[in-house]
């Protein structure tokens, strides 16, 4: 049955709290977006990455050693990066799931929000730097290249739009901390060992109040949108559609 909570009111006068996720899902699909927030048709969803999760959660834990000492990370030196790990009162806060950087964007009455891994600060200009920790296992060298991290690059860019509506002066260049397991190992014996790359991502948030306007737009309309040919769950839903009415 479709859900019944967190669905939007076009009536309604609460502030609507809003993911970055679900803003992903808009950018990615609307029909999927609208099905999800206005009727409460959701996606199927996936099986937590588990090992992904293991790997951000050490990696908080190693660069909290070095934000308590105010000192930069190895991984930081070694790319040449002249900053420290970031302390704030509210990073806790800035880097829990389902709290996040929050802001309440007055024109939509959205209450956005979205957590961070972990920010960085300049020590050339004091600028706030946002990190994303990635995890992988590939043949060769990680890059950010393929189509499909895009958004990776508009999770970034969101981050940095969060983090300047709450008064921070916030650096467009960012960085992914990519964790490539290694197959290359004689063996497993009980550990997994990967390569760390430090890669800088040049972001701009120019996108973000456009697509906001244009979300809020959609959720005000009692018109579901049409299915987009480049959805895989749109797609799979026609095609599963059409072949149940040949059988009948």
Known sequence: MPRKRNLYDPLSSKPYKLSRSKVELFMGCPRCFYLDRRLGVSRPSGFPFNLNSAVDHLLKIEFDQYRSKGTAHPYMKDAGIEAIPFQHEN???????????????????????GAVDDLW?????GKIIVVDYKATSKNGEVSLDADWQDGYKRQMEFYQWLLRKNGLDVSDVGYFVYCNGRRDMEQFSNHLEFKIKVLPYSGSDDWVEPTIIDLHQLLGSDVIPEASPDCEYCVYTNDSREMLGARQ
């Open 121 to 125: 600060q300049s020590t050339t200009n």
């Open 91 to 113: 990073l806790d806060v800035w880097r829990e799931n389902f709290k996040g950087v929050s802001f309440q964007h007055d024109p939509t009455n959205f209450h956005l929000f």
